[in-house]
């Protein structure tokens, strides 16, 4: 078998299912909202235009959804966060 270059999506721990819908992040001491793009067991990809940085401890909120999460990676307007 030959080798081959690993992307970043198959270095995704999970399984992730597309889907849409507005929540809202509090950090920072203030509350920014987003929408919600895709979605796995642990954690989910937001979308944006005011998002934390990486490392930075977030509360995500939507209707049925409260979550403490870490943000694992962030850029062109998406962010990546990890429940915690």
């Known amino acids: 078998m030959g080798s081959s270059i690993t992307g970043l999506g198959d270095q995704r721990r999970d399984i992730r299912f597309p889907t849409s819908f507005r929540a809202a992040i509090l950090w920072g001491g203030r509350i920014t909202p987003v929408e919600v793009v895709d979605i796995a067991n642990h954690g989910v990809r937001l979308n ?26 962030r850029a062109n307007g998406q962010c990546g966060v990890r429940f915690v």
């Open 48 to 73: 944006g235009p005011d998002l934390p940085s990486v490392s930075s401890i977030i509360q995500l909120g939507a209707r049925g959804l409260d979550e403490r999460a870490h943000v694992v990676w």
